[in-house]
């Protein structure tokens, strides 16, 4: 099997695992991408193509580390270990969490974006019990949505 083939097999493994989480998440299902206005900007939700792309990448993460393609040389000759220019799919993987973990730090900052949209718009309407009860227990997107549909 070439390099080519065995990481294009982790990968689409590793989609069908987003897919799966598609479903798991916020959205319940195939939702595509959408923007989210907040308060002269917008926020990208990534939908089910979000979930598949992570997959993917997760799942070259994992085996890029820690599995058997970890010394799989994908560009190049040989491996820098042994003295040439070659990219393995464990340096790669390498690069990729990071990049991951960014991502994931982001993605936190734009909820905590959300977050506090919803409650400077909460602020100013009225006492609305059900609403309140309903924001606790909303994900970022819909509690603002709430805050938003609040009366005055």
């Known amino acids: 099997m070439h390099a080519w083939q065995a ?14 989480s598609a479903f798991l998440s916020e959205d319940r ?14 926020v990208l939700r990534p939908g089910f193509v979000g979930h598949v792309l992570v997959g993917g990448v ?3 993460i994992s085996w890029g580390l820690y599995g ?12 820098a270990s042994a003295g040439g220019t070659g990219m393995t799919a464990g340096a790669v ?5 990071v990049g ?7 993605s936190t900052y734009v ?10 718009v909460a602020a100013g309407k009225s006492a609305d019990p059900e ?8 994900e970022p997107t819909a509690a603002l949505a709430i805050a938003r549909d609040m009366a005055a």
């Open 7 to 20: 990481t294009l097999m982790i990968v689409a493994a590793g989609a069908l695992g987003g897919v799966v």
């Open 93 to 97: 993987a390498g690069a990729m969490g």
């Open 29 to 42: 299902g195939f939702a595509l991408p959408r923007t989210v206005p907040i308060d002269g900007s917008t």
């Open 100 to 106: 991951v973990g960014g991502a994931k730090f982001l």
């Open 68 to 79: 058997p393609g970890t010394d799989l040389v994908l560009l190049g000759n040989a491996p």
């Open 58 to 60: 997760a799942s070259f």
């Open 111 to 120: 909820d905590k974006k959300l977050l506090r949209a919803t409650a400077s």
């Open 131 to 138: 609403a309140a009860g309903h924001l606790g227990a909303a």
